[in-house]
């Protein structure tokens, strides 16, 4: 059975940074595209940031180029979203997702991708 576990969401001020850690359980993570996703409260949810399984491949949103940070530990199958900078703007749930197509101009789920249960990001002015 495939887990997805996300942490290190928060209550933070603008300006301010945090991590967030995704860690999977349950498949080889070394083989598997894997991607951040964020829902905005009353908005869908959209891809913020995504990374190939080779790591030589990562996808920004517009909003996050320039200060998020997409990052994998395979060995330790955990992936990573380090945000700078936040803004209330990046106020959201926060999911860690498994399985996608990335390239540098899109990320797209697949047809049967895995999420976590999410990670509340709350940034305050």
């Known amino acids: 059975q495939v887990q997805v576990v996300e942490s290190g969401g928060g209550s933070v001020q603008a300006g301010e940074s945090l991590t967030l850690a995704c860690t999977v359980s349950?498949?080889?993570?070394?083989?598997?595209?894997l991607g951040w996703f964020r829902q905005a409260p009353g908005q869908e949810r959209e891809a913020v940031s995504c990374?190939?399984?080779?790591?030589?491949?990562?996808y920004y949103d517009v909003s996050a180029k320039g200060r998020f940070t997409i990052s994998r530990d395979n060995p330790k199958s955990t992936l990573y979203l380090r945000m700078d900078n936040l803004t209330p703007g990046d106020t959201g749930v926060y999911f860690c997702?498994?399985?996608?197509?990335?390239?540098?101009?899109?990320?797209?789920?697949?047809?049967?991708?895995?999420w976590g249960q999410g990670t509340q990001v709350t940034v305050s002015s």
């Open positions: 997702v498994v399985d996608l197509t990335v390239n540098q101009n899109f990320c797209q789920l697949s047809a049967r991708p895995f």
């Open positions: 349950g498949l080889t993570l070394e083989r598997h595209n």
């Open positions: 990374i190939n399984w080779r790591e030589t491949i990562t």
